[in-house]
C-alpha cells in the first residue's frame, strides 16, 4: 500500500474514524510501521495522540514521524488484544517493546510406553504420556534427568535402542535402569513401581514416595530379602539428600512469579516457574525498551507478548504475582486485565498484594530481577569500554558500531562450516549470525573454504540485494596471512565496483603455543601486527570475538557431522523412498550388504525395478 508523503492531517482521519475496538498501525515517511496499538475505542484512543498537550516525550517524539495510520475493527477488545500482538511479532515496530522469545518450552515426559521411559520433550505434545513441566531451558531438563537416573531405575534411551537389545546395556551395569528391554531381569510390576514413584517426585511429592520406599525395605527385609532392601534404603537415603538441599519448596502448586528492575535504558523481567510445589527455575528477559517508555507499559507488554506467544506451546499457571511496585495500572480491572483473561481463554490470578510464601516468591524473583540488571549493565559497560580501546588501538577515527568474525571448521576436511559472527557496542548481535555449509572444494582447502564464505556473504551487498546483511566496520579473519589474503583478494576491486567503503582487514592469528594472550592482530594490506599487552581490553574484545566465532563454526561443524552419521546413504539416491530403503535393508542385512550386492541381487528386492537397481548399484560405487 503507498504511504502518502504530505503532512499527516489528524483532525480529518479522526473525523471519519469509528468507536469501535480495534488495532491501529502507525507509519513513518520511509513506510514503516514505527508503532501497533489497540483500542476499545479507536477514535478517543487515537485521538489522545493528537491533544494540545501531550505529556509524554516518547508520544511528542512518535507523532512527529507519524504520515499515515491504518485501522483494524475487531469485534471485542480481546480480539484487538490478539490481533495487536501479532503485529507486534510481524512488524517489530520500533516504538513498541519488544520481547524476543520465539523459543518454545522444554518438559520431562513420561511415556505411557509398555515400559515407559522418562524422555526431553521440546515442542508440540504428539506423544502420549504425562509432561511435566515447563521448566526455564534444556539445562534444567537434563539435570533434572541426570537426577531421576540415579534415583529411579527407569529406562531414558530411545525406542529404537529399546527394541534392539538382547542383552542389558551399560545403565543397568550402573544400577540406573532395570533392563525391562531384556527378559527375565525385572517383572512389569517392579518397573511400573519405579515408575510410579518417579511420576510422584516430578509432581513434588518427595515425602510421599519415601513413605512408600520405607514401607517397602521394611517388607522386603521382614521376608529377609536383604539386597533388595538394602536397595529400598540406597533410594531412600539418595531422596533425603535431595530433600535436604532443596530449599525452595511450598505448597504453591502453579504459578509465575515476576520480577522487574530497570535502569540505565536496560530494563529486566525475571519470571519464577513454580509448578507442584517447588521452584523449577527461572529466566531473565531484556526487552527492548524505547525511551521513555513507562514501566507499567513494559509490563504489560511482557505480559502480552509472553503469555500471547502462539509460536511458542505454554502451560498457563493458574497465578501470576507481579511485582510490587508498578503493577497497579496493569492490574486496573476496567483496562488491560478483563481483556488479558478473555484473550487467553481462561482464568487467570494476576496480583501483586500478597503475603507468606507468596511474598518470599515475590521478593526471590526481585532480588533476582535486580541482579539480573546488574549483570547486564555491567556487560554493557564493559563492551562500552573495550569497543572504544579498540577504536583508540586502531586510531579508527570514528565509533566502531559493527564488527564480524569468520571461522572455519571441519574434521579431515570433511562437512566444512564457515561462521560469521556479528558484535555491536551491547556485544554479540546474535539474530545476525549466519553459517555457510561449504561445498565445491578441495576437502581441507581452508583458504577456498574461506573466500566461498566471503563471497556469500558478501556478495548480496555488492549486487545491493534488499535483504543484504549492512556492512561492518571492523571484518576479523580467524587465522594467519593466508586466510586473511583470501578477505583482501575479494575487497581489492571493492570500492571501484560497490559504493560502499570496505571493512578494515584484521587477521586474528594465534601464538605459537596457542594460548590466550599471545594472539597476533596482522593489518590487511602492510600486514604490519598490532601490539596489545595480554590484558589490554582490546585484545579481550577480540578475544571474545573470536572465541564466539569459533564455537559457533565447531558447533555448526559437529550439528552437520552428527547429521551425516544419522542418514543413510539410500537417502541420496532418487526413487528411493522410507520403505523401499527399509525393504532394502532388510532383505539385504544391512547398509553395507546393499552397497557389495549385485544388480542381480538388488532387482531381487520387492519393489525394485532392474533400472533403479542399476542406479543403486552405480550410485555406491561413484562414490
Avoid at 482521519?13 to 476499545?40: C, E, N, W
Avoid at 529406562?155 to 537389545?165: E, L, N
Avoid at 476496567?334 to 488479558?340: C, G, K, T, V
Amino acid at each position: 500500500m503507498k504511504k502518502s508523503r504530505e503532512p499527516f492531517n489528524a483532525k480529518q482521519f479522526l473525523r471519519s474514524l469509528t468507536h469501535q475496538p480495534g488495532v491501529y498501525r502507525m507509519y513513518d515517511a520511509s513506510g514503516d510501521i514505527i508503532y501497533v496499538g489497540k483500542a476499545k475505542d479507536l477514535r478517543k484512543r487515537v485521538g489522545s495522540y493528537f491533544r494540545a498537550q501531550v505529556d509524554s516525550p516518547k508520544t511528542q517524539t512518535l507523532v512527529k514521524q507519524i504520515v499515515d495510520i491504518d485501522v483494524t475493527v475487531t469485534n471485542t477488545e480481546a480480539e484487538a488484544l490478539i490481533l495487536e500482538n501479532n503485529f507486534i511479532k510481524k512488524y517489530r515496530p520500533r516504538y513498541n517493546v519488544l520481547l524476543r522469545d520465539d523459543k518454545s518450552y522444554p518438559y520431562i515426559l513420561v511415556s505411557e510406553h509398555q515400559h515407559p521411559r522418562l524422555a526431553f520433550h521440546r515442542g508440540t505434545r504428539r506423544e502420549k504420556g504425562r509432561y511435566f513441566g515447563p521448566f526455564p531451558n534444556g539445562v534444567a531438563v537434563r539435570n533434572s534427568l541426570r537426577l531421576m537416573q540415579k534415583l529411579f531405575p527407569v529406562r531414558q534411551c530411545d525406542d529404537s535402542y529399546y527394541r534392539a537389545r538382547s542383552r542389558p546395556c551399560l545403565q543397568y551395569q550402573l544400577k540406573r535402569c532395570l533392563a525391562p528391554c531384556v527378559e527375565g531381569y525385572c517383572t512389569d510390576t517392579e518397573y511400573r513401581e519405579q515408575v510410579e514413584l518417579a511420576t510422584q517426585f516430578l509432581q513434588g511429592k518427595n515425602q510421599q514416595v519415601i513413605d512408600r520406599l520405607v514401607i517397602k525395605m521394611e517388607s522386603a527385609s521382614s521376608e529377609l530379602e536383604f539386597e533388595r532392601a538394602a536397595g529400598y534404603r540406597d533410594q531412600i537415603g539418595a531422596l533425603r539428600q535431595i530433600q535436604e538441599r532443596n530449599a525452595v519448596t511450598g505448597n504453591q502448586q502453579e504459578l509465575d512469579v515476576i520480577g522487574y528492575a530497570r535502569q540505565g535504558g536496560i530494563a529486566a523481567v525475571h519470571l519464577l516457574f513454580i509448578r507442584d510445589g517447588s521452584v523449577q527455575g527461572s529466566r531473565s528477559y531484556f526487552p527492548k525498551v524505547p525511551a521513555n517508555t513507562e514501566d507499567s507499559e513494559v509490563l504489560l507488554a511482557f505480559l502480552l507478548q509472553f503469555y500471547l506467544n502462539d509460536q511458542v506451546e505454554r502451560r498457563l499457571p493458574k497465578e501470576i504475582i507481579l511485582p510490587e511496585q508498578n503493577a497497579a495500572t496493569v492490574l486496573d480491572p476496567n483496562q488491560e486485565l478483563a481483556a488479558l483473561e478473555q484473550a487467553l481463554a481462561q482464568q487467570i490470578r494476576m496480583t501483586h498484594s500478597v503475603r507468606g510464601e507468596r511474598r518470599q516468591y515475590q521478593v526471590l524473583a526481585q532480588k533476582n530481577a535486580l541482579n539480573a540488571l546488574e549483570s547486564k549493565s555491567h556487560q554493557a559497560s564493559t563492551m562500552m569500554m573495550r569497543t572504544q580501546a579498540l577504536e583508540q588501538v586502531l586510531d579508527f577515527g570514528r565509533p566502531i558500531t559493527r564488527m564480524e568474525c569468520f571461522d572455519i571448521s571441519h574434521t579431515m576436511g570433511q562437512e566444512t562450516v564457515a561462521s560469521c559472527v556479528v558484535f555491536d557496542q551491547q556485544g554479540p548481535k546474535k539474530s545476525d549470525y549466519r553459517r555457510y555449509n561449504i561445498k565445491g572444494i578441495t576437502p581441507g582447502d581452508d583458504y577456498a573454504a574461506m573466500a566461498q564464505a566471503l563471497r556469500r556473504r558478501f556478495d548480496p551487498v555488492k549486487n545491493a540485494r534488499i535483504d543484504a546483511a549492512p556492512m561492518p566496520d571492523i571484518l576479523f579473519i580467524d587465522g594467519g596471512k593466508g586466510q586473511l589474503s583470501q578477505a583482501e583478494n575479494y575487497f581489492a576491486d571493492w570500492s571501484s565496483e560497490v559504493d560502499k567503503a570496505a571493512p578494515l582487514l584484521i587477521g586474528v592469528a594465534k601464538g605459537e603455543s596457542r594460548k590466550p594472550g599471545l594472539e597476533t592482530l596482522i593489518l590487511a594490506g602492510s600486514h604490519a601486527t598490532v601490539p596489545l599487552s595480554a590484558d589490554a581490553p582490546a585484545l579481550h574484545l577480540v578475544q571474545h570475538i573470536r572465541d564466539e566465532s569459533h564455537r559457533f563454526a565447531i558447533t555448526g561443524h559437529r550439528q552437520r557431522r552428527a547429521k551425516v552419521r544419522r542418514t543413510s546413504r539410500l537417502e541420496d539416491i532418487p526413487g528411493i523412498g522410507a520403505k523401499r530403503r527399509q525393504k532394502l535393508l532388510q532383505n539385504l542385512g544391512g547398509l553395507q550388504q546393499v552397497k557389495q550386492a549385485s544388480i542381480d541381487q538388488l532387482a531381487a528386492v520387492p519393489g525394485v525395478s532392474r533400472e533403479l537397481a542399476e542406479t543403486i548399484y552405480h550410485a555406491f560405487r561413484d562414490e
